[in-house]
């Protein structure tokens, strides 16, 4: 039985940790998700919280399992009984929390819409010198262009690798990657 709580103890683990690392929001399964003329989103991406309330159930219910078969003198039963309302706790805390706090300061955060693409690799199709320029990227297989500006107002040649800063009134500010390179 011990066996039993600790492999859903690791898996909650585990889970919490995909969950962290991928997030829970969800593009469309059709595919139908709406870009503006940059590729940026303009959808709602939907919220899928399967993975982080499955989490915290399985790492509620293998933890206090475990415990109460370590350390006290409890049948198979009531271990059973006591870890699965320890899950039971542990998905009501989770909605809570998601419902109480991360919803609602979700609601009233301000998306900067210039900053959207931000970090995104480019690669630079028309010289920008004294001006504009033009560069072109990809985002989930669809290729796109745009006029582009180095952030520091510096030439940048053609077929340059750089990354995108910020859009403003449909200009793409960049900067060579090299720069960005050197101070990581």
Known sequence: MQ????????????FAVFSMLHGVERQPADGSASVDALGRAIATARTSLK???????LAM??????????????GA?????????????????????IARWVIPAARHDVVDERFLLQGHFARVTSAIVGGDG???????????AASARSVDGTAVDTDTDVVIERVEEGVVYVEPWVQVEQRI
């Open 134 to 144: 033009e560069i072109a990227y990809e985002i989930d297989g669809t290729r796109y």
């Open 77 to 97: 039963g009531w271990r059973f009984v006591l870890a699965t309302g320890a899950g039971a706790i542990g998905v009501s805390g989770a909605i809570l929390l």
């Open 51 to 57: 993975m982080p309330t499955a989490a915290a159930a």
């Open 61 to 74: 219910f293998g933890a206090t399992g475990y415990l109460l078969s370590r350390y006290s003198a409890l």
């Open 3 to 14: 066996l039993l709580f600790l492999a859903a103890f690791v898996a909650g683990l585990l």
